[in-house]
């Protein structure tokens, strides 16, 4: 089957989310769409399976127009979609969620549940998939739960398997695997595309790359020769450096000290198990894991946002174990946290706002009981100056923002101040690659003047550019702690998959 | 690859002790100390033998006065214990054996030195829980699709009326048939607000809750007023069934009962089949759980939405015809809240039907003790006795279900934007 997108143009209120975007996907290649997020990819492909409709354009099956008006037709014309946030039912059997729309049915609209878990079982075996089809779905890990994805394509028989941002919930090892799930679809007459931001894997995994930079196709790639900095180039529109530039650290006294901390829900499973860790001023720490090993819960508890069950944390020798989270703030605690829309910002409030969350109850924010929004603008016009917020005004409110910079406002309200320990969660999140650049470099400075900064983030990438050293969070344990010039990718990728190292703190 | 899923599933199983839980255990050992002392003070004051009268002319008694000592000083070493070092896994156990001790104690209590049919009452029990029953698979049926409908009251109510007016001018099953057309279209009503306009689907039921109140207050003041005639029709009488009546104390409690009963226990049955067995119910749960996830397949979420919500006002007001087949007649708000008492039987069922069954049946127990109690003359003042069970709805509520969860999707209206 050829697939083929020709002329597709989209516009929202505001912005061309796509803008004459042309492309072709034959069976057996694997075609990347390489960009930054809010190019424009997830609604090209929204479009492809029926979601939103184009403004101008069209859709060719081998060669004839075919026309989409919601999912159930792009699946009858042999599309899959493999979303993102996967689209599983958590309380679902793996076999249920693989029928769901299309269940086989015997009398009184029974479902014929030995014929699913038959056939469910078939196509696992068939792809090398290895999937139990009773397995209830929130028990699986998240690599296991992207193949139920992919048999469920596989189950409506699907001709060209569309992957959008596959690789981002994956441990290093989970993405070999996927890998390999790619080549026997390929092997088996199936076209593939796949959506990423990733250069390296565009590179590693496909045979045509297309960049796409603010909705237009900026032009096509071979894997084979192209090299990851003009691949970036294409992407972004200048060059970029992909490296950050450090100095050794220069570690000194231990500034914060986590000793036999333990974190459960509310049912009692233990979260953080009983961690010991110490970040030292002028030291990185990278906390490396796959995303839901006790990562965000350490970082809440740091910060003062969950009670633990057991443990102290002492910043630079006093407890601050029963601190409240302004407190610790004021101890000189900065956070930035993993999710800036929920935790971060105010959306609906402006720039001047948002920075002012932090300390608008003292001077010189406030006076008294009033607030001080002429200080406080004043403030806010420095800030955007020094941490290069791309806004129109002050006034701006930071949900109109890009998430650059929407993560630079959160970055200026927590580091703009004297500082002991910084902990940064998944600080480059959905930012195109200039603000990672400018906020990797913030935290080297950060280092550099003497702060203990703690990273964790889920990209390893971003973990080994800026550590110093690296703890990698298994499960709710510390299993590895590593120097980073003494380890290497696949180590710690490794140990992110539990497949060595134990409960070492 | 099976490492990490095993290791997954061995956390879950390495369950310590969490805050909440603590405070949980503490508060229940508090608990039975008050209960404790509540048996000592008061329900040691009446001595002789209460006799519980069972089917066919059996019966036993109770020495009131020693039972009430031996089962304070029970609950006393309990709490002691709960409070010392908790109970673990017994815990859940240990608070249903309270409450059924302690209930019989206080009716032990109330009947000394008297004789009261105990048998009868527990089947006035399932008797009242079959209204309870219908409003909760309505409850069921609405939040598994991911719409909240705390509309069931009015539901309920609008049956009744309706069934009423219905019944008395033509006849009682055509007037069950018009109240489940009427409930059903005002829950088409708030399906299309909560669906089309994406209104605040507890404001919507909130509004359609007052307005059959209101509406049925007027139309009973300025039509079945008017004549007699409008308002009443012949009561259903119980339908033993042959065989299974005839079992002793089971018999005369399930199996001598309206066709209400009969048909709620039906009804259940069905669901709790169809919600796990069929297409229907597979695409149900989807899109309470993850209508997107549904949508993507090629699921119309909104239109399964939509007529589950209308089945289910049918069903209510299949339910709120109960109040005429049993009363004989309407009243001005019938139904009394147990519309909002079907709401609490869907979260003590965790939204499961069996569940529900289950959680009806105890309320239809506390109403039927309530009634018990009015007529035993206990000295207890009638409006504590009436709020009995209203008060048992909030400790089953926040003792026995802790924290459950409810539909990921209910209450939020879909958009496939």
């Not at chain 1, 739960?145 to 690789?167: H, S």
């Not at chain 1, 924010?365 to 917020?389: C, H, P, Q, Y």
Request: net charge neutral; hydrophobic share 45%; charged share 20%.
């Amino acid at each position: 089957m050829e697939l083929e997108l020709r002329g597709i143009t989209k516009r929202f209120p505001g912005v061309v989310a796509n803008d004459n975007v042309n492309l072709t996907v034959r069976g057996g290649e694997v075609l990347a769409l390489l960009g930054e997020n809010g190019a424009g990819k997830s609604t090209l492909m929204n479009i492809l399976y029926g979601l939103y409709r184009a403004d101008e354009g069209e859709i060719l099956i081998d060669g004839e127009t075919v026309h989409f008006a919601s999912p159930r037709d792009a699946i009858k014309a042999g599309i899959g979609m493999v979303h993102q946030h996967f689209m599983l039912v958590p309380n679902f059997s793996v076999a249920d969620n693989v029928i769901l729309g299309v269940e086989p049915t015997i009398s009184l609209g029974r479902i014929n549940r030995r014929s699913a878990r038959k056939r469910v079982a078939q196509l696992s075996r068939d792809f090398g998939l290895d999937l139990d089809p009773d397995a209830l779905t929130e028990t699986l890990a998240v690599g296991i739960q992207q193949r139920i994805e992919i048999v469920k394509v596989l189950f409506r028989d699907a001709k060209v398997v569309v992957f959008d941002e596959p690789t981002a919930v994956l441990t290093p090892q989970e993405i070999e695997d996927f890998f390999r799930i790619v080549e026997t679809l390929t092997a088996a007459g199936r076209g593939v595309v796949f959506i990423t931001h990733k250069l390296k894997e565009a590179g590693r995994i496909a045979d045509r790359i297309v960049v796409l930079r603010r909705g237009k196709t900026v032009g096509e790639a071979d894997p084979k020769t192209a090299t990851p900095a003009q691949l970036a180039e294409m992407m972004v529109g200048r060059p970029v450096e992909l490296v950050v530039s450090k100095t050794e650290a220069e570690g000194s006294t231990t500034m914060l000290k986590v000793s036999n901390l333990a974190v459960t829900d509310p049912d009692g499973r233990l979260l953080v198990n009983h961690v010991n860790l110490e970040v030292r001023a002028g030291e990185i720490v990278g906390i490396a894991g796959v995303q839901g090993n006790g990562q965000s819960e350490l970082v809440e508890t740091l910060v003062g946002l969950r009670r633990p069950i057991d443990g102290t944390v002492t910043l630079d020798g006093a407890d601050i174990t029963h601190l409240t989270p302004r407190d610790r703030h004021r101890c000189g605690v900065a956070h930035i946290p993993e999710d800036r829309q929920r935790d971060g910002l105010v959306s609906s409030f402006s720039i001047t706002e948002n920075l002012a969350l932090t300390g608008y109850y003292e001077a010189p924010l406030s006076k008294g009981v009033n607030m001080n929004w002429e200080g406080a603008r004043t403030e806010a016009e420095r800030l955007v100056r020094d941490f290069d917020i791309r806004t129109p005004s002050t006034e701006t409110t930071t949900g109109k923002l890009s998430g650059g910079n929407q993560q630079k406002v959160i970055v200026a309200r927590e580091i703009s101040r004297p500082l002991k320990l910084a902990i940064a969660s998944q600080p480059t999140r959905g930012v195109d690659v200039g603000s990672i650049e400018y906020i990797h470099q913030r935290l080297v400075e950060l280092r550099d003047k003497g702060v203990a900064v703690l990273v964790v983030s889920t990209e390893l990438d971003e973990i080994m550019a800026l550590s110093d050293r690296i703890l990698v969070m298994f499960d709710g344990d510390i299993i590895a702690d590593l120097q980073r010039s003494e380890t290497s990718h696949n180590d710690v990728g490794l140990y992110m998959a539990g497949a060595k190292g134990e409960h070492i703190s | 690859m099976s490492t990490p899923t095993e290791v997954y599933r061995d956390a879950q199983l390495a369950v310590g002790r969490s805050l909440e839980q603590i405070k949980r255990s503490r508060n229940l050992g508090i608990v039975y100390l008050i209960l404790a002392a509540i048996t000592a003070w008061r329900l040691t004051s009446h001595a002789g033998t209460a006799t519980f009268n069972l089917s066919g002319g059996h019966s036993f008694g109770v020495a009131a006065t020693p039972l009430a000592w031996v089962v304070a000083g029970s609950l006393a070493v309990m709490g002691g214990v709960q409070l010392a070092r908790g109970l673990g896994k017994w815990q859940t156990a240990a608070l249903a054996a309270v409450a059924v001790v302690f209930i019989f104690t206080l009716l032990a209590w109330a009947a000394a030195p008297n004789s009261f049919a105990f048998v009868g009452m527990l089947s006035q029990g399932v008797t009242y829980s079959a209204p309870l029953i219908f409003g909760a698979m309505a409850g069921i049926m609405c939040e598994r699709s991911g719409v909240v409908n705390i509309a069931i009251e009015g539901l309920l109510l609008s049956g009744a009326f309706t069934s009423a007016l219905v019944g008395s001018v033509v006849n009682f099953w055509v007037g069950v048939g018009a109240a489940m057309v009427v409930a059903a279209l005002f829950a088409w009503f708030l399906a299309w607000l909560a669906i089309r306009f994406k209104v605040d689907q507890v404001i919507v039921g909130f509004f359609i809750n007052f307005f059959v109140l209101g509406l049925t207050s007027f139309l009973g003041n300025r039509i079945l007023a008017v004549d007699e005639a409008y308002n009443q029709v012949r009561t259903l009488v119980p339908w033993k069934i042959p065989g299974l009546h005839s079992i002793p104390v089971i018999g005369p409690i399930l199996f001598e009962q309206t066709i209400f009963v009969y048909i709620a226990f039906a009804l259940v049955a069905f669901l709790a089949w169809a919600f796990a067995k069929t297409r229907w119910g597979l695409r149900t749960r989807a899109i309470g759980e993850h209508p997107r996830a549904a949508d993507t397949l090629g699921v119309n979420v909104n239109q399964l939405r939509y007529r589950n919500v209308i089945a289910a006002g049918a069903v209510a007001g299949f339910g709120g015809s109960w109040w005429t087949a049993n009363v004989g007649r309407f009243n001005e708000n019938i139904t009394n809240g147990r519309g909002f008492i079907a709401l609490a039987v869907v979260i003590v069922g965790r939204w499961s039907p069996a569940g529900a069954l289950a959680g009806a049946l105890v309320f239809g127990f506390f109403d039927a003790m309530e009634a018990k109690l009015s007529f035993l003359n206990t000295g207890i003042p009638g409006e504590f006795v009436q709020m009995l069970p209203y008060l048992a709805t909030i400790i089953v509520v926040a003792g026995f279900v802790g924290r459950s969860r409810a539909p990921r999707a209910a209450g939020q209206a879909y958009d496939s934007q």
